[in-house]
């Protein structure tokens, strides 16, 4: 490894330790737990206080369609929501007593104050979805003990549940990276969160149109909607795309001016 | 060696505003003071100085490095202050140094070092919120101070400080300057705060450098004036003017006397001797604060 890569690495390596000492008491990290749980919350809720069949008599088939249900809410209208949100909340440390103008008078190349900002959204959301995963098990637990009739009984499927969570993220990787350089690229929270909001709800029409196939908000639902084959077009869409935004959200970053 | 050196920068925003062909020079172990009345051009300046801002001409070099947006390198000398300071409120004073420590890479003695420099260990573990505006100043100035710059560059430092405040922060870069030997280059729309420290005065105003040197060499450009009181002072003006004196009178009916050739007590003899009885003589020595006044109002000087 040549110097300039290793010094590259050792700022971005000292950047990402920043960003996750700057997390603390965030709000931003508070919701990676709360989201979810509001989305588990609810489905229990649906299950636990209506007739709603669950699956048959196959404890497996209980369980994937109570998470089902739960993948359905948070990939199609939590998701984009809990990204624009924590976009902006992570946009907004810097924003809100312009640090910028500190943080860009470091010797340290701009690229990499991008980076970490960027890696720390990722993070969280993948941070979020190991905890989804946990919240739907105690979910599908509470359910067990307030409706036994439902059908849900021994091990959630971990493994699954667990890969479906993970491959949302990775679905909601070029919604994260255009939310983020939105938040970035304007100081506004106003405009950061309008846009995540109207983008979202754009979704709902877009995602059904011949386009939906590609529109970034709904790539994560997409994974439940569509054919196996599309699985694979979603995530690949979305990491293709997300690489792309990145560049050019680094460019245009690298290029700011701090007024 | 110089600690800034800049050469023709300029940078203008529409409507004409900013900064126009700017050399400045900063010695190195100077105490620069950046004079300008409000939205000269100072903010911007330091902006430039620190690649916050992209120049649309000349160059920055600081120690001798070039300093451009993709040559950063010599930020490395710099701890800056711009404006209000950048802090966490949600995190303690020493959570904030911290994530600047992890940032740069600074050791992690250096933490405490800052803190202890602006007195502020006994509040490092509080939030910043519960700062009060001075607190967070200090804690503004310990991230400047965290990688031991070799500049320091404080854009209108003392803004929001109380007089006990901007007393302490006087002395903080006093003993700087001679414990470590950085150099300091601080802004102010007000000379009554850098007088007291700066060894080097740079007055700017519209965009344009008017004055750059010394405090001497700014005391040097305006002559003292001699006041005097007198019983005629219409004969009293037309033997100084016929004997080559600048001399006016003001509204009170002194005559006033730029003093350049002639002493005092020559003009005193010239007036007398020609019948003019003279009743009070004062030397008034023209303030910084006048000169900083008369050059942002455009008035000349003496070159």
């Known amino acids: ?259 | 060696m110089n600690a800034i050196e800049t050469a023709s920068l300029a940078k203008l925003f529409p409507g004409g505003h900013g900064v126009h062909a700017l050399d400045l020079t900063v010695p190195a172990g100077a105490i620069y003071g950046f004079l300008g009345p409000n939205g000269a051009g100072k903010t911007t300046t330091i902006r430039l100085l620190l690649s916050l801002l992209r120049p649309d001409a000349g160059t920055v070099r600081i120690f001798g490095e070039p300093l451009t947006a993709h040559r950063r390198g010599a930020l490395a000398h710099v701890g800056a202050l711009v404006e209000s300071p950048s802090l966490y409120g949600h995190l303690s004073g020493r959570e904030n140094v911290e994530v600047t420590r992890r940032l740069v890479a600074a050791p992690q003695g250096r933490v405490d070092a800052a803190l202890r420099l602006v007195d502020l260990v006994g509040d490092a573990d509080r939030l910043v919120r519960t700062y009060s505006l001075g607190m967070r100043q200090r804690l503004a100035l310990a991230l400047a101070l965290l990688a031991e710059p070799r500049l320091l560059i404080l854009d209108e430092p003392s803004n929001g400080l109380d007089p006990a405040g901007i007393l302490e922060l006087r002395s903080l870069l006093r003993r700087l300057v001679a414990e470590r030997g950085i150099t300091v280059f601080v802004s102010s729309h007000l000379l009554a705060e850098v007088e007291q420290i700066a060894t080097h005065l740079g007055v700017i105003d519209r965009g344009r450098l008017l004055f750059q040197g010394t405090v001497e060499q700014l005391r040097r450009r305006a002559p003292a004036r001699l006041l005097v009181g007198c019983d005629d002072v219409a004969r009293a003006l037309e033997l100084l003017r016929a004997a080559g004196e600048r001399a006016t009178v003001d509204l009170g009916g002194t005559v006033v006397v730029a003093l350049a050739e002639r002493s005092g007590a020559e003009i005193n003899r010239l007036l007398v001797e020609h019948g003019v009885g003279v009743g009070r003589l004062a030397l008034d020595e023209a303030s910084l604060e006048s000169l900083f006044l008369a050059l942002t109002r455009g008035e000349a000087l003496a070159a």
């Open chain 1, 1 to 259: 490894m040549s110097g300039g890569w290793r010094a590259g690495a050792r700022a971005i390596a000292g950047a990402l330790a920043a960003e996750s000492l700057k997390l603390r008491r965030t709000l931003a990290l508070r919701m990676c737990l709360v989201t979810p749980a509001v989305v588990v919350v609810l489905c229990v809720l649906q299950f636990g206080l209506t007739k709603t069949p669950l699956g048959g008599a196959d404890p497996q088939a209980a369980w994937r369609a109570f998470a089902g249900a739960s993948f359905a809410l948070w990939a199609f209208l939590m998701m984009p929501l809990f990204v624009t949100l924590e976009a902006a909340l992570l946009a907004g440390l810097e924003h809100g007593e312009r640090q910028w103008k500190h943080l860009l008078a470091l010797p340290v190349p701009r690229v990499v104050h991008y980076l970490a900002k960027w890696a720390a959204l990722i993070a969280l959301l993948f941070a979020t979805a190991l905890a989804f995963t946990a919240l739907i098990a105690a979910g599908g637990w509470v359910l067990m003990q307030v409706r036994p009739d439902a059908g849900l009984a021994g091990w959630p499927p971990w493994w699954w549940l667990l890969r479906c969570c993970l491959a949302m993220v990775v679905a909601a990787l070029l919604m994260a990276t255009i939310q983020l350089w939105v938040a970035i690229r304007w100081s506004s929270f106003t405009v950061a969160v309008a846009a995540g909001m109207t983008a979202t709800v754009a979704g709902f029409m877009i995602g059904q149109s011949r386009f939906g196939h590609w529109y970034p908000w709904t790539l994560p639902v997409q994974l439940f909607t569509r054919g196996r084959e599309h699985v694979d077009f979603a995530m690949a869409a979305s990491v293709l795309g997300a690489a792309m935004v990145l560049g050019l959200s680094l460019w245009d970053f690298a290029r700011r001016e701090v007024e």
